[in-house]
């Protein structure tokens, strides 16, 4: 990535390209092109983890869905649930 960038800013600063030759020589976006042009000399890309994914939509179900997959993967292939089985079971369980 270092490279890249450091292509993107020789291209920029020292030989005068414009942002659009750069995006379709490099092909990077041009939010990265103005992000590495407009950023610090040690400009570094970094994707912040999270320590958990959030799932608001399945939040009160997690437990339920959990045990009852975990039950599932004992059986056959034929005898497991489908989605939309399991869709209604968790639905009932909660209404």
Known sequence: M??????????????????????????VSRATVRKVIRGEETTEFRYAARAAQPSPKLGPW??????????????????????QRLFETLRGSRL
């Open 62 to 83: 997690s437990k339920d869905l959990v045990e009852i997959l975990e039950a599932e993967a004992k059986l056959p292939r034929r005898e497991q649930r489908s989605t």
């Open 2 to 27: 270092w490279t890249l960038i450091g292509q993107i800013r020789r291209a920029y600063f020292e030989q005068g390209w414009p942002i659009k030759e750069i995006v379709r020589t490099l092909s």
